[in-house]
């Protein structure tokens, strides 16, 4: 099957797409942010770089910001060369990765081919949060009755997918990255007794909330000596409250703006809690990066998404994203059962095997069968 690939330069869809190369499958990447060449997929026919008609010229940035309707004039239009490119390689399969990005804009095109099969994979926030805002509920409602296949990353979306429109086929809840390596993973774990890591998702912004998480840090300040308290991805306006409530003069407190998968993952392997926090959410990739490291969880909960997985027995829950009080509670709660967090990497082995990347790559693979057989 000839499969054209749909997406941002991400993380996420390189870590997906991946699990194509040596399927048979022929794999092609429409840029459509324009974001560049992707090395690991050297076996991709990447079309890239196409957005301005006369290349990446000096001075973009500044015409871009100061003189918006001119940079129009420089920029080639997406519909046109995505089209163009439908057109040369005649897909059988067209994959969008995220709707607001990735399927809306190509949308007029896809209309005119209604015999190339439309397969889409949501991502966090795609359908739970911007369903509530009439503009962005008017764009998903308009591309999901045109969608004939369906990935997402939660039981939650595919109960919404099908109230906002969609009619096609379910292809399977699978992470929005694809499996992970356990192996690779497991180079990093370090037994229950040599944890001492308190790790914090550092976002904040539209949807992250670890400023309330923060907040309640503080209450428990006493019970934390012993911990290393790291927080990682921290948002500029996180860095500002920590200097502001003085967490640089606790000495047990860190953070990092920006670190290294392969970081990130040591740290996951030395922590004995992991919080996540936010306000919406399909199921968060470093979750479940957490979880295969061993660490035990503490994670927001938006329209049940995360329950799917987390129970009282693995982990716990933060239904209350912007309530301090609750989270305090929480953490509070999580602190004082010590042999609960020492028994989660145990609690957590099934959830682990079944994200496996082996096993989520021969299970995506059928997937991707199952569209072939329909042709």
Same mark, same amino acid.
């Given at each position: 099957?000839?499969?054209?690939?749909?997406?941002?330069?991400?993380?996420?869809?390189?870590?997906?797409?991946?699990?194509?190369?040596?399927?048979?499958?022929?794999?092609?990447?429409?840029?459509?942010?324009?974001?560049?060449?992707?090395?690991?997929?050297?076996?991709?026919?990447?079309?890239?770089?196409?957005?301005?008609?006369?290349?990446?010229?000096?001075?973009?940035?500044?015409?871009?910001?100061?003189?918006?309707?001119?940079?129009?004039?420089?920029?080639?239009?997406?519909?046109?060369?995505?089209?163009?490119?439908?057109?040369?390689?005649?897909? /059988?399969?067209?994959?969008?990765?995220?709707?607001?990005?990735?399927?809306?804009?190509?949308?007029?095109?896809?209309?005119?081919?209604?015999?190339?099969?439309?397969?889409?994979?949501?991502?966090?926030? /795609?359908?739970?949060?911007?369903?509530?805002?009439?503009?962005?509920?008017?764009?998903?409602?308009?591309?999901?009755?045109?969608?004939?296949?369906?990935?997402?990353?939660?039981?939650? /979306?595919?109960?919404?997918?099908?109230?906002?429109?969609?009619?096609?086929?379910?292809?399977?809840?699978?992470?929005?990255?694809?499996?992970?390596?356990?192996?690779?993973?497991?180079?990093?774990?370090?037994?229950?007794?040599?944890?001492?890591?308190?790790?914090?998702?550092?976002?904040?912004?539209?949807?992250?909330?670890?400023?309330?998480?923060?907040?309640?840090?503080?209450?428990?300040?006493?019970?934390?000596?012993?911990?290393?308290?790291?927080?990682?991805?921290?948002?500029?306006?996180?860095? /500002?409250?920590?200097?502001?409530?003085?967490?640089?003069?606790?000495?047990?407190?860190?953070?990092?703006?920006?670190?290294?998968?392969?970081?990130?993952?040591?740290?996951?392997?030395?922590?004995?809690?992991?919080?996540?926090?936010?306000?919406?959410?399909?199921?968060?990739?470093?979750?479940?990066?957490?979880?295969?490291?061993?660490?035990?969880?503490?994670?927001?909960?938006?329209?049940?998404?995360?329950?799917?997985?987390?129970?009282?027995?693995?982990?716990?829950?933060?239904?209350?994203?912007?309530?301090?009080?609750?989270?305090?509670?929480?953490?509070?709660?999580?602190?004082?059962?010590?042999?609960?967090?020492?028994?989660?990497?145990?609690?957590?082995?099934?959830?682990?095997?079944?994200?496996?990347?082996?096993?989520?790559?021969?299970?995506?693979?059928?997937?991707?069968?199952?569209?072939?057989?329909?042709?």
């Amino acid at each position: 099957m000839k499969i054209l690939i749909v997406s941002m330069r991400s993380i996420h869809t390189i870590r997906w797409v991946s699990q194509l190369e040596n399927s048979g499958h022929e794999v092609h990447w429409f840029d459509i942010l324009n974001g560049g060449y992707i090395s690991e997929w050297a076996w991709v026919t990447q079309h890239t770089n196409w957005r301005y008609k006369f290349g990446d010229f000096k001075g973009r940035f500044f015409l871009k910001k100061h003189l918006p309707k001119l940079h129009l004039l420089f920029e080639n239009n997406v519909e046109k060369e995505f089209e163009k490119l439908v057109n040369q390689i005649k897909p /059988d399969a067209v994959h969008s990765f995220a709707l607001h990005i990735a399927a809306y804009p190509i949308l007029s095109v896809m209309n005119k081919y209604p015999s190339i099969n439309w397969i889409y994979s949501s991502w966090g926030s /795609d359908l739970f949060f911007h369903k509530e805002f009439s503009d962005l509920r008017e764009k998903i409602t308009k591309v999901l009755p045109h969608i004939d296949f369906y990935f997402s990353d939660c039981k939650r /979306d595919c109960e919404i997918v099908r109230f906002l429109g969609f009619n096609g086929t379910f292809l399977g809840v699978f992470p929005g990255g694809g499996g992970y390596d356990l192996k690779q993973i497991d180079t990093y774990v370090k037994p229950y007794k040599n944890r001492d890591v308190l790790l914090i998702k550092g976002y904040q912004r539209k949807l992250g909330r670890c400023i309330q998480v923060l907040e309640a840090l503080k209450m428990l300040k006493g019970e934390l000596k012993e911990c290393r308290i790291i927080v990682f991805g921290a948002h500029q306006e996180v860095i /500002d409250y920590i200097h502001k409530n003085d967490f640089d003069t606790w000495g047990n407190f860190t953070y990092h703006k920006n670190l290294a998968h392969e970081q990130l993952l040591k740290l996951m392997g030395q922590a004995k809690i992991y919080i996540g926090n936010n306000i919406s959410d399909g199921m968060p990739n470093t979750l479940l990066e957490a979880i295969c490291a061993g660490a035990y969880p503490i994670q927001s909960n938006p329209g049940g998404a995360t329950a799917e997985i987390i129970n009282t027995d693995n982990g716990a829950l933060i239904n209350d994203s912007e309530n301090v009080e609750h989270i305090f509670q929480v953490l509070k709660s999580v602190l004082e059962k010590e042999n609960l967090v020492k028994g989660s990497m145990k609690n957590l082995t099934s959830v682990r095997t079944k994200l496996e990347y082996e096993k989520v790559k021969s299970e995506v693979l059928l997937a991707y069968n199952k569209i072939e057989n329909k042709r």
